[in-house]
C-alpha cells in the first residue's frame, strides 16, 4: 500500500509435467505407474516433518512412491516434504461421508465443499509432487448403499462433483488427473477411475473403460478378523496378531499383483502407514506393564497468547511412526504384510508371498466308541456332570468297586479333609487301574487341595480367554483345531478365567494354549484403537498360557482342562462332545441338537 510492501510469502515451486494420453499416466512424457499408500490424519502424532519423513522414507523401503493424502487438508509441510524427497502426492479434499455424518441435505454444506477444494487447488497447485486431485473420498457409495438416499440427492451430489472437477481445471488447467476416491468415474463424469474394495471383476471392467485408473483402497487389513483372515493361512491366522499379518501378506501380494496384471496406473493396499507396521510405545519404560499416567512423551507448560496447538502429552501406541520423540525406537517396526508389499510393489516373483500355502483341516479318524465309564463323586463333581450332560455326556456317580475310565473332578474350590481324602482314595485306585483323572475349572481356591492329590504344586493364574491355540496334535484334541477353538466372535466369548501352572503342570504334556492375542480387542473396539489394543493384549499380559495339560501318572493319566465347562451354545456343547469322544466315551443324542454336526471355524 502505498508503494510499501505490506506482507510477503515465500514459496518453493518446481517444474513437471503429468499429463493423461488415453489410458496411461506420464510423468515428463513417460509412462509411470504408481504405487501408493493412504492415511487419515491423526493430529498431534503427525505434526512434525520427521512424521512426514518417516512416511516417505517407509513408501521408499516398500517400493512405492506415490500417496494419498486422505479425506483431510495435510499441513503444507508434507508437501514440501514430498517435493524433496521426490514422492508424487494426490492431494484430496476433505469432503467425505463414510463413517461421518456431513449434512449432505444442507445447502450449507455442497457451498463449503466448493470452498475446501477451490482453496486447496489454489494452496498446492505450485508444489511438483502434486500429480493430481482427489475431489471427494466414498461419497456416492455411501448416499447409495449405505444411506439409501433418495435418488435427487444422488443427482444433486453427481452434478457437485462435476462442478469439483471444473474448479480443479480452472485454477489448475497443467493436471489432467482428477479422481474421487471410490466413486469409480462418478458416472462418467471424472477423467480418472478409482475402485475400493472391487474384485477382478471390477478391474477387469475399469481396463475397458479406455480411462488412466487406479486402486485407492483394498484389503481387509483394516477390519478383517482371524476366521476371516485365515482364508490365506488358515490356522495360523489365529494364532497371534503375527499370525493374522501373515495371512495379511498373502493378501496383499496377490491383490498388488492383480492390479499389476489388468494395468492399474495407481496401485495400492489400505494400507502400509498404519496396517502393516507396529504402533511404537513412544516414550514407555516397560512394555509388559499397562500404561502408566507418568508414561509418554510430555511437552512444555501451556504458554497463554502463543499460536497453535500446544499438546500436554502424547502417550505411548498412538503412531506407528517415529514423529522424532523418542531417540530410543526407530522410525518404524514392519510387520510381515509390509514385506509382502514390497515384494509386490518391486515385482519380485520368488517372495515368499507370493504362493498361498496349501490348507488343511485336521482329520479325524474313525471314532472306536470303547463306551468307558465316566463317574464323578456327588460331593465334588455333581455340577460338572450336570453341565457335561448338555453335551450328550452320561456321568454316574463313583462308587468304589465299580468299573470308572474317567474320574471328573472339579478344581474350582477347595474341599474339606473328609473330601480330600475321597478324592484321594478315588484318584489314587483309578489311575493304579489304568483309567483317566480329568480336572476341569482350576482356581485358586481349589488348586492347593490339587497340588495335594497330585504331590505337586499346581497353581492358577488369573487369564481371561476366548480362543485357544491347539499345541501338539494328541488323541484328546483329534479333528480339533485353532479355527474350532476360536470363540471371540461368538456370543460365549469368556471360555477361560485362570490359566495353569505349577511344577505338576511344567512336567506335563502342554497340549492346548490360551491365544496369546485377545481377539475381542480387535473385533469389536473401534478403529483405530483397536490396532494398539491388540497389541497392548500380547505384550502386557504375561501370565502363563496354558490350558489344558496332559501327563502319565502311575498307570494312567491325569488331564488338567482350565476351558470354562459351562455350555452356552451348540459349538461350546460341540467342542465338549468331541473331548470326550476322543476319550472313548460315547455320546448319548440330545433332543433338538445334532451332536455330530460340523464344527468348521472358518
Same mark, same amino acid.
Given at each position: 500500500?502505498?508503494?510499501?510492501?505490506?506482507?510477503?510469502?515465500?514459496?518453493?515451486?518446481?517444474?513437471?509435467?503429468?499429463?493423461?494420453?488415453?489410458?496411461?499416466?506420464?510423468?515428463?512424457?513417460?509412462?509411470?505407474?504408481?504405487?501408493?499408500?493412504?492415511?487419515?490424519?491423526?493430529?498431534?502424532?503427525?505434526?512434525?516433518?520427521?512424521?512426514?519423513?518417516?512416511?516417505?522414507?517407509?513408501?521408499?523401503?516398500?517400493?512405492?512412491?506415490?500417496?494419498?493424502?486422505?479425506?483431510?487438508?495435510?499441513?503444507?509441510?508434507?508437501?514440501?516434504?514430498?517435493?524433496?524427497?521426490?514422492?508424487?502426492?494426490?492431494?484430496?479434499?476433505?469432503?467425505?461421508?463414510?463413517?461421518?455424518?456431513?449434512?449432505?441435505?444442507?445447502?450449507?454444506?455442497?457451498?463449503?465443499?466448493?470452498?475446501?477444494?477451490?482453496?486447496?487447488?489454489?494452496?498446492?497447485?505450485?508444489?511438483?509432487?502434486?500429480?493430481?486431485?482427489?475431489?471427494?473420498?466414498?461419497?456416492?457409495?455411501?448416499?447409495?448403499?449405505?444411506?439409501?438416499?433418495?435418488?435427487?440427492?444422488?443427482?444433486?451430489?453427481?452434478?457437485?462433483?462435476?462442478?469439483?472437477?471444473?474448479?480443479?481445471?480452472?485454477?489448475?488447467?497443467?493436471?489432467?488427473?482428477?479422481?474421487?476416491?471410490?466413486?469409480?468415474?462418478?458416472?462418467?463424469?471424472?477423467?480418472?477411475?478409482?475402485?475400493?474394495?472391487?474384485?477382478?471383476?471390477?478391474?477387469?471392467?475399469?481396463?475397458?473403460?479406455?480411462?488412466?485408473?487406479?486402486?485407492?483402497?483394498?484389503?481387509?487389513?483394516?477390519?478383517?478378523?482371524?476366521?476371516?483372515?485365515?482364508?490365506?493361512?488358515?490356522?495360523?491366522?489365529?494364532?497371534?496378531?503375527?499370525?493374522?499379518?501373515?495371512?495379511?501378506?498373502?493378501?496383499?501380494?496377490?491383490?498388488?499383483?492383480?492390479?499389476?496384471?489388468?494395468?492399474?496406473?495407481?496401485?495400492?493396499?489400505?494400507?502400509?502407514?498404519?496396517?502393516?507396521?507396529?504402533?511404537?510405545?513412544?516414550?514407555?519404560?516397560?512394555?509388559?506393564?499397562?500404561?502408566?499416567?507418568?508414561?509418554?512423551?510430555?511437552?512444555?507448560?501451556?504458554?497463554?497468547?502463543?499460536?497453535?496447538?500446544?499438546?500436554?502429552?502424547?502417550?505411548?501406541?498412538?503412531?506407528?511412526?517415529?514423529?522424532?520423540?523418542?531417540?530410543?525406537?526407530?522410525?518404524?517396526?514392519?510387520?510381515?504384510?509390509?514385506?509382502?508389499?514390497?515384494?509386490?510393489?518391486?515385482?519380485?516373483?520368488?517372495?515368499?508371498?507370493?504362493?498361498?500355502?496349501?490348507?488343511?483341516?485336521?482329520?479325524?479318524?474313525?471314532?472306536?466308541?470303547? $463306551? @468307558?465309564?465316566?463317574?464323578? #463323586?456327588?460331593?465334588? +463333581?455333581?455340577?460338572?456332570?450336570? !453341565?457335561?450332560?448338555? *453335551?450328550?455326556? &452320561?456321568?454316574?456317580?463313583?462308587?468304589? $468297586? @465299580?468299573?470308572?475310565?474317567? #474320574?471328573?473332578?472339579? +478344581?474350582?474350590?477347595?474341599?474339606? !479333609?473328609?473330601?480330600? *481324602?475321597?478324592? &484321594?482314595?478315588?484318584?489314587?485306585?483309578?489311575?493304579?487301574?489304568?483309567?483317566?483323572?480329568?480336572?476341569?475349572?482350576?482356581?485358586?481356591?481349589?488348586?492347593?487341595?490339587?497340588?495335594?492329590?497330585?504331590?505337586?504344586?499346581?497353581?492358577?493364574?488369573?487369564?481371561?480367554?476366548?480362543?485357544?491355540?491347539?499345541?501338539?496334535?494328541?488323541?484328546?484334541?483329534?479333528?480339533?483345531?485353532?479355527?474350532?477353538?476360536?470363540?471371540?466372535?461368538?456370543?460365549?466369548?469368556?471360555?477361560?478365567?485362570?490359566?495353569?501352572?505349577?511344577?505338576?503342570?511344567?512336567?506335563?504334556?502342554?497340549?492346548?494354549?490360551?491365544?496369546?492375542?485377545?481377539?475381542?480387542?480387535?473385533?469389536?473396539?473401534?478403529?483405530?484403537?483397536?490396532?494398539?489394543?491388540?497389541?497392548?493384549?500380547?505384550?502386557?499380559?504375561?501370565?502363563?498360557?496354558?490350558?489344558?495339560?496332559?501327563?502319565?501318572?502311575?498307570?494312567?493319566?491325569?488331564?488338567?482342562?482350565?476351558?470354562?465347562?459351562?455350555?452356552?451354545?451348540?459349538?461350546?456343547?460341540?467342542?465338549?462332545?468331541?473331548?470326550?469322544?476322543?476319550?472313548?466315551?460315547?455320546?448319548?443324542?440330545?433332543?433338538?441338537?445334532?451332536?455330530?454336526?460340523?464344527?468348521?471355524?472358518?
Amino acid at each position: 500500500a502505498d508503494g510499501k510492501t505490506v506482507d510477503t510469502k515465500y514459496q518453493r515451486f518446481g517444474w513437471r509435467q503429468f499429463t493423461v494420453h488415453g489410458s496411461r499416466f506420464l510423468l515428463n512424457g513417460q509412462p509411470i505407474t504408481l504405487h501408493g499408500d493412504s492415511w487419515h490424519f491423526m493430529g498431534v502424532p503427525q505434526m512434525t516433518r520427521r512424521y512426514a519423513y518417516a512416511w516417505y522414507h517407509l513408501l521408499k523401503d516398500a517400493g512405492a512412491n506415490a500417496v494419498r493424502l486422505h479425506a483431510s487438508i495435510y499441513p503444507s509441510f508434507y508437501h514440501d516434504m514430498a517435493d524433496e524427497m521426490g514422492i508424487m502426492i494426490l492431494d484430496e479434499s476433505a469432503i467425505w461421508l463414510s463413517d461421518g455424518g456431513p449434512k449432505a441435505d444442507s445447502d450449507l454444506f455442497w457451498n463449503n465443499c466448493r470452498t475446501n477444494i477451490t482453496e486447496l487447488v489454489r494452496r498446492d497447485r505450485n508444489h511438483p509432487s502434486v500429480f493430481g486431485w482427489s475431489v471427494c473420498n466414498e461419497i456416492l457409495p455411501v448416499l447409495r448403499n449405505v444411506w439409501h438416499a433418495p435418488q435427487s440427492m444422488v443427482d444433486h451430489c453427481l452434478e457437485q462433483i462435476s462442478v469439483w472437477k471444473n474448479i480443479c481445471r480452472t485454477n489448475d488447467p497443467t493436471r489432467g488427473w482428477i479422481s474421487g476416491d471410490g466413486e469409480w468415474d462418478a458416472d462418467g463424469r471424472l477423467p480418472v477411475i478409482s475402485i475400493h474394495y472391487g474384485g477382478t471383476g471390477e478391474l477387469q471392467r475399469a481396463k475397458k473403460s479406455g480411462k488412466p485408473w487406479g486402486v485407492g483402497e483394498t484389503s481387509m487389513a483394516y477390519y478383517g478378523t482371524p476366521k476371516q483372515v485365515s482364508q490365506f493361512n488358515g490356522n495360523e491366522a489365529y494364532e497371534s496378531d503375527l499370525g493374522r499379518m501373515k495371512g495379511l501378506a498373502y493378501e496383499c501380494y496377490g491383490l498388488l499383483k492383480d492390479q499389476q496384471k489388468y494395468g492399474a496406473d495407481y496401485q495400492s493396499v489400505f494400507n502400509i502407514v498404519w496396517y502393516d507396521i507396529q504402533p511404537l510405545p513412544l516414550g514407555k519404560r516397560d512394555v509388559t506393564k499397562p500404561i502408566g499416567l507418568d508414561e509418554g512423551i510430555f511437552f512444555g507448560k501451556y504458554r497463554e497468547g502463543v499460536h497453535g496447538v500446544q499438546p500436554e502429552r502424547l502417550g505411548p501406541y498412538v503412531s506407528t511412526l517415529n514423529p522424532g520423540y523418542d531417540p530410543k525406537l526407530p522410525l518404524y517396526r514392519p510387520w510381515p504384510m509390509f514385506d509382502a508389499i514390497r515384494d509386490a510393489n518391486l515385482k519380485n516373483t520368488n517372495s515368499q508371498w507370493a504362493n498361498r500355502p496349501a490348507l488343511t483341516t485336521p482329520q479325524k479318524p474313525p471314532t472306536k466308541y470303547e $463306551n @468307558a465309564i465316566v463317574r464323578y #463323586l456327588p460331593e465334588n +463333581g455333581v455340577a460338572l456332570a450336570q !453341565e457335561f450332560s448338555k *453335551a450328550g455326556v &452320561k456321568a454316574l456317580i463313583y462308587t468304589n $468297586n @465299580a468299573k470308572t475310565d474317567l #474320574l471328573l473332578i472339579d +478344581g474350582s474350590k477347595a474341599q474339606s !479333609e473328609m473330601i480330600e *481324602a475321597s478324592l &484321594k482314595e478315588a484318584v489314587d485306585k483309578v489311575l493304579s487301574n489304568g483309567g483317566t483323572i480329568w480336572v476341569w475349572n482350576i482356581q485358586p481356591s481349589g488348586a492347593e487341595m490339587l497340588s495335594q492329590l497330585f504331590g505337586q504344586k499346581i497353581s492358577a493364574v488369573p487369564r481371561e480367554a476366548s480362543s485357544f491355540i491347539v499345541k501338539q496334535q494328541t488323541p484328546l484334541l483329534a479333528g480339533l483345531d485353532n479355527a474350532k477353538f476360536y470363540f471371540s466372535q461368538d456370543d460365549d466369548w469368556r471360555q477361560m478365567d485362570y490359566s495353569l501352572a505349577g511344577e505338576f503342570v511344567k512336567d506335563a504334556d502342554v497340549v492346548l494354549d490360551a491365544c496369546p492375542a485377545d481377539w475381542r480387542k480387535w473385533n469389536y473396539n473401534a478403529e483405530p484403537v483397536k490396532t494398539a489394543a491388540l497389541y497392548r493384549s500380547q505384550v502386557e499380559r504375561t501370565a502363563p498360557l496354558t490350558a489344558i495339560a496332559i501327563r502319565k501318572t502311575g498307570n494312567g493319566k491325569v488331564i488338567l482342562c482350565n476351558l470354562n465347562p459351562d455350555i452356552q451354545s451348540e459349538k461350546k456343547s460341540a467342542i465338549i462332545g468331541e473331548l470326550f469322544q476322543n476319550e472313548g466315551v460315547r455320546l448319548a443324542q440330545i433332543a433338538g441338537q445334532n451332536k455330530y454336526m460340523d464344527m468348521g471355524g472358518r
